[in-house]
């Protein structure tokens, strides 16, 4: 079979074969990179360069175990993803917290873009997502939400996660909602995805206050403008 694959051509007892008889096109062969029990080096960049399958630990994924990760030449979950991260987001965020959001969310590294790129920017979304059979919301009911939390989130000095949850949380009381029928839509207009690898408050607390609130507005508009 190499004396075929090499053009050569071989007689058996089943006669004269030519490389053409098993042989179909040439094809670029496939390029697998595995590497593991290492810490992040230049070389896994060089080497993994234009493979196909790039297999990577990063078995260390809670920050508390980096300095053991480091201690016995491992990497981090960060330290793995964190090439595809700032490949999707070019802003000064805090990616380390986002990594920690993504981290149970994917199966492959990239699929990471798919996760985090509204953080970068909105995309394009209908407002119909808005609509929420469980949370009970629609893009009217959404719009009403979004136009009364608005002052208090402006309002709002502390965009720690905690802090916006113990706020909302008040908010919600007040109103006697259901706390998805606030979160819901915050979380929406935020990032303009069905799916998100965290909740509305720990969206905002990356994003922080002003980037929050400039999207919110944003949202605002766009309800009013289709509805």
Same mark, same amino acid.
């Given at each position: 079979?190499?004396? +075929?694959?090499?053009?050569?051509?071989?007689?058996?007892?089943?006669?004269?074969?030519?490389?053409?008889?098993?042989?179909?096109?040439?094809?670029?062969?496939?390029?697998?990179?595995?590497?593991?029990?290492?810490?992040?080096? /230049?070389? @896994?960049?060089?080497?993994? !360069?234009?493979?196909?399958?790039?297999?990577?630990?990063?078995?260390?994924?809670?920050?508390?175990?980096?300095?053991?990760?480091?201690?016995?030449?491992?990497?981090?979950?960060?330290?793995?993803?964190?090439?595809?991260? #700032? !490949?999707? @987001?070019?802003?000064?965020?805090?990616?380390?917290?986002? &990594?920690?959001?993504? %981290?149970?969310?994917? =199966?492959?590294?990239?699929?990471?873009?798919?996760?985090? /790129?509204?953080?970068?920017?909105?995309? *394009?979304?209908?407002?119909?997502?808005?609509?929420? #059979?469980?949370? %009970?919301?629609?893009?009217?009911?959404?719009?009403?939400?979004?136009?009364? @939390? +608005?002052?208090?989130?402006? *309002?709002?000095?502390?965009?720690?996660? /905690?802090?916006?949850?113990?706020?909302?949380?008040?908010?919600?009381? =007040? %109103?006697?909602? %259901?706390?998805?029928?606030?979160?819901?839509?915050?979380?929406?207009?935020?990032?303009? !995805?069905?799916?998100?690898?965290?909740? &509305?408050?720990? +969206?905002?607390?990356?994003?922080?206050?002003?980037?929050? @609130?400039?999207?919110? !507005?944003?949202?605002?508009?766009?309800?009013?403008?289709? +509805?």
């Amino acid at each position: 079979w190499s004396r +075929l694959q090499n053009g050569e051509t071989v007689e058996s007892e089943m006669g004269i074969l030519t490389p053409d008889m098993v042989l179909g096109p040439q094809r670029k062969g496939i390029k697998l990179t595995y590497t593991t029990d290492t810490r992040p080096t /230049d070389s @896994i960049r060089e080497n993994a !360069k234009d493979s196909d399958l790039f297999i990577c630990e990063g078995m260390y994924g809670e920050k508390e175990k980096a300095a053991k990760a480091v201690e016995y030449k491992h990497m981090t979950f960060y330290e793995a993803a964190e090439p595809y991260l #700032k !490949k999707t @987001i070019t802003k000064n965020l805090d990616l380390r917290r986002i &990594a920690e959001m993504v %981290k149970t969310r994917i =199966e492959i590294f990239p699929d990471i873009a798919e996760h985090v /790129d509204f953080f970068e920017a909105v995309p *394009e979304y209908d407002i119909s997502m808005y609509a929420h #059979k469980k949370m %009970k919301t629609s893009p009217e009911s959404s719009l009403e939400v979004l136009k009364d @939390i +608005l002052p208090r989130l402006e *309002e709002q000095e502390d965009y720690s996660n /905690d802090a916006l949850y113990a706020m909302l949380c008040e908010y919600v009381k =007040e %109103k006697e909602y %259901k706390k998805g029928y606030v979160m819901w839509p915050i979380r929406t207009a935020v990032s303009g !995805k069905q799916m998100t690898p965290g909740g &509305a408050t720990e +969206l905002m607390e990356v994003l922080g206050k002003e980037e929050s @609130i400039s999207r919110i !507005k944003a949202a605002i508009e766009k309800l009013e403008k289709e +509805l």
